[in-house]
């Protein structure tokens, strides 16, 4: 079956452009994370969404990140007036849910390379 | 959740076991201990996970001490596509959302 996609790849940007970054999470997975990864690091989480609600946006870097999950499926990430320091790979991870006493993995995408120029 | 350290590197012959280590001398008694790997230019994978026990599956084996301070992850035969970043990741299911905080993790290298 398909796993997680992202679109696109590699996106390069000039400095104060804005750019899209989107998700396809596996069919049926309840939670849907964002991560950056800079170079050389862990990735750091963003934002978390439990079907259409972000639950957690604690991550983001700044207002200037946004993103948004309407129909509880494909996820949105979107920066607006990118700077040099948006430069990063952005993952994308759904899993089906977390209990209090169990756990379902997360499955991730192979992430999207921004450079901001 | 609690914090973890790993060291930075780690070299290993194809063919031979692997024996990543990982110390959480802060773990508390809900926290389990899961590992993730991260090829090159691809998403992190789940690997394996447990709390108290020794667990097995086909990728791996988690060998975790008695007092729960330290774990190790075992790859029983290294291969080539075995070379990745290895991240060390607990998690408290009751006091958390499921977002994973990753460490800088253990760049294993297999040599052939």
């Known amino acids: 079956g398909a796993g997680v996609s992202q679109s696109p790849r590699y996106k390069v940007a000039k400095r104060g452009q804005d750019v899209a970054l989107r998700c396809d999470p596996i069919?049926?997975?309840?939670?849907l994370f964002w991560y950056q990864q800079a170079l050389g690091q862990g990735p750091e989480f963003l934002t978390y969404?439990?079907?259409?609600?972000?639950?957690?946006k604690s991550g983001l870097p700044s207002d200037r990140f946004f993103a948004e999950r309407p129909e509880g499926s494909v996820s949105t990430l979107k920066i607006q007036r990118t700077q040099q320091e948006d430069s990063a790979v952005y993952l994308c991870?759904?899993?089906?849910?977390?209990?209090?006493?169990?756990?379902?993995?997360?499955?991730f995408g192979p992430g999207t390379r921004l450079t901001v120029l | 959740d609690a914090k973890t350290t790993q060291p930075n590197s780690m070299e290993s012959n194809e063919e031979e076991p692997v024996h990543l280590p990982c110390n959480h001398s802060?773990?508390?008694?809900?926290?389990?201990i899961h590992w993730y790997r991260q090829l090159p230019s691809q998403g992190p994978e789940y690997v394996i996970h447990?709390?108290?026990s020794n667990v097995n599956n086909r990728m791996a084996s988690l060998a975790i001490a008695e007092d729960r301070k330290s774990s190790t992850l075992i790859l029983h035969r290294a291969t080539l596509r075995d070379a990745a970043v290895y991240y060390c990741?607990?998690?408290?299911?009751?006091?958390?959302?499921?977002?994973?905080?990753f460490g800088k993790g253990t760049k294993l290298s297999v040599k052939p």
């Open positions: 069919s049926g997975h309840v939670s």
């Open positions: 969404f439990q079907n259409e609600a972000q639950l957690d």
């Open positions: 447990g709390l108290t």
């Open positions: 991870a759904s899993s089906l849910a977390l209990g209090r006493e169990w756990y379902n993995e997360q499955f």
């Open positions: 802060t773990i508390s008694g809900t926290d389990y």
């Open positions: 990741i607990l998690m408290n299911y009751g006091g958390s959302q499921g977002n994973l905080i």
